[in-house]
C-alpha cells in the first residue's frame, strides 16, 4: 500500500478536448528481489534504513514512467478510466526490470484514479447535456411553455407580465 501520484498535472494531447492536464494516483507494492543487491544499492554503510528513505526516489521514478506510458498510449481522455489496468499492466512491466537493478521487485501496481481539470469536467458535463437534449430547437420551445406555464400558475402577478411578454 504505498502511494504514488502526480504533483503536477501531466500535459496530454486529445482528439476531443485537444490539449488537457490530467492528474492520477494509485498505490504500488514492493518487497526485496535481491538483499544483497539491495543492501549495496539502497543501504550502504547505512546501519538503519526505513522504507520512507527509499520511497521518495522509487514515487518519482513510478511517476515519470507513468508520463511516458500514458503519453505514449494515446487513450482518449474519455477512455482512460476504462484502460487502468491496462496503463497499470504496461507501467509494471516497463518498471520491475527498472527496480530489479536495486534488488526490488515491483509486486503490484494500480491506478486509482486519473483526473480531469474542473473546466474539462465541466465541458464535458454540458456536451453531456447537449446530447441528452437532442433537438436544441425543440428544446428550447419546451422550455419557454415550461417558464410561461409556471409564470401563469405565479398568484404574484408575473403571469400577466409573461402573457405580455409572451
Not at 521514478?61 to 482512460?80: C, E, M, W
Not at 504496461?90 to 518498471?95: E, V
Not at 469536467?121 to 425543440?138: I, Y
Request: hydrophobic residues 40%; neutral net charge; proline residues 4%.
Amino acid at each position: 500500500d504505498m502511494k504514488w501520484g502526480t504533483m503536477n498535472p501531466i500535459p496530454m494531447r486529445d482528439a476531443d478536448f485537444g490539449i488537457v492536464r490530467v492528474r492520477a494516483f494509485g498505490i504500488y507494492a514492493i518487497k526485496v528481489a535481491d538483499a544483497t543487491v539491495f543492501f549495496k544499492t539502497y543501504v550502504g554503510t547505512d546501519h538503519r534504513f526505513t522504507t520512507e528513505e527509499i520511497e521518495g526516489q522509487l514515487r518519482r521514478t513510478l511517476v515519470s514512467s507513468f508520463t511516458n506510458t500514458l503519453g505514449q498510449a494515446k487513450i482518449p481522455v474519455l477512455d482512460l478510466a476504462g484502460n487502468y489496468e491496462t496503463l497499470g499492466g504496461k507501467l509494471q512491466d516497463k518498471m520491475d526490470p527498472e527496480f530489479r537493478k536495486g534488488g526490488i521487485a515491483l509486486t503490484k501496481f494500480l491506478i486509482e484514479n486519473i483526473s480531469l481539470p474542473p473546466e474539462v469536467e465541466k465541458a464535458m458535463d454540458t456536451r453531456s447535456s447537449m446530447g441528452a437534449v437532442g433537438n436544441l430547437g425543440q428544446f428550447a420551445q419546451f422550455q419557454a411553455a415550461q417558464a410561461m406555464r409556471d409564470a401563469a400558475q405565479n398568484p404574484g402577478g408575473a403571469g400577466a407580465f409573461a402573457g405580455m411578454g409572451a
